[in-house]
């Protein structure tokens, strides 16, 4: 039969094994198969500011290692994949995995996406352009590459596994040293028609505001970034301001070595001015929602990314603005991501899980076949 055929051929390339037989009051027993998901792995790779994750995905999503390296932050499009190539020989190299038993290789990297060719078009906060990911990678390795914007992987990491698991129509919105949304409608992720949906940090709250590395000015993101919330300590230090800031510093006079973890720190220790920043991002970022809601009608909202971790410190305030700007509409909850750190490399991994596993199955000459772009 078709299932004898499709089960016997997957037993034979050990993606699936036996592991007994069902207990049966008559007839013939039937025989339990378990998916083999150490048999075939993935890789996932972010790209970011900060640097390159790259990590060794099995097939039931669970990453098995990873490796982390700086970033080379405008250099060439050749530096740049050179450095690629490198790290997922090394990680495939380090945990004693054979290049054949690599399914394929997801990337998330800040910017826009030309999703079909696997093109970084352009990306202002990297530097970069016109990165032919997709064609290069895999004229080097013999699996396929997908591509897709940071924040849609993770959105997808959060639909599959995270609190967006059971919802349709979410939104989850990444703060960092960047802002951005994955919009997820009728169960699918929101790419638009050019790859750009999404791009939230750069929404205009205050036409005469500062201006943002876009060009633009008054963008949401230089009102809720990590670079805001590091500008306006430094403001509160320089106007001679009490804050609790200057005891973590080493030099007095060392401004430069002010991060938002120790804005955060201060946060939670009960500095005054490091809340009061923390409660301007989220009512800045709430603003910025309020728009979201207006035009998705999300059910859920989940915050993710570095600034994620100062949830406690800006939920309460964007709630009241999100209450406040719509009074006769149901509630719209505002929950941390679940994926944590890992989410960012599941993610990624997800690009070509979810297309290992719709891989249709056609008759080709009375046999049947799967057809797959996947090297099994």
Known sequence: ???????????????????????SSGGRRAILLEFNCNNRFVLGIKIGLDGIIIGLVNMKSKVL??????SPIKSSEKIVLEVLIKTIRDLINKN??????????????SGLVNQKEGILVFSKILGWKKIRFKEFLEKEFNFPIFVD??????TLAEKRFGVGKKINNFICITIGKGVGAGIVIKGDIYHGKYGG?????????????PLCYCGKRGCLETFSSDQFIINKIKEALSNQRETIIKDFLKKKEDLNSITVDTVLEAAQKGDIISKNIFQEVGKN????????????DPELIVVGGEGAKAGELIFPTMRKVIRDNFPFKKEIKIVPLQPGEEGWIIGAAELVLSEVFKTPIFKSKGKVAIKSAFHW
Not at 65 to 70: A, D, S
Not at 285 to 296: K, P, R, T, W
């Open 1 to 23: 039969s078709t299932v004898s055929n499709i089960v016997a051929d997957l037993i034979k390339k050990e993606l699936i094994y036996e592991t007994g037989e069902e207990e």
């Open 197 to 209: 949906a999404g791009d939230f940090g750069h929404i205009i709250i205050d036409k005469d505001g």
């Open 65 to 70: 290692g990873q490796h982390f390296i700086p």
């Open 149 to 154: 914007k940071d924040v849609n992987v993770l």
């Open 96 to 109: 004693h995995i054979k290049a054949e038993k690599i399914v394929g290789c997801g990337i998330g990297v």
């Open 285 to 296: 970022l709430a603003m910025g929602i309020v728009n979201l809601i207006s035009l998705f």
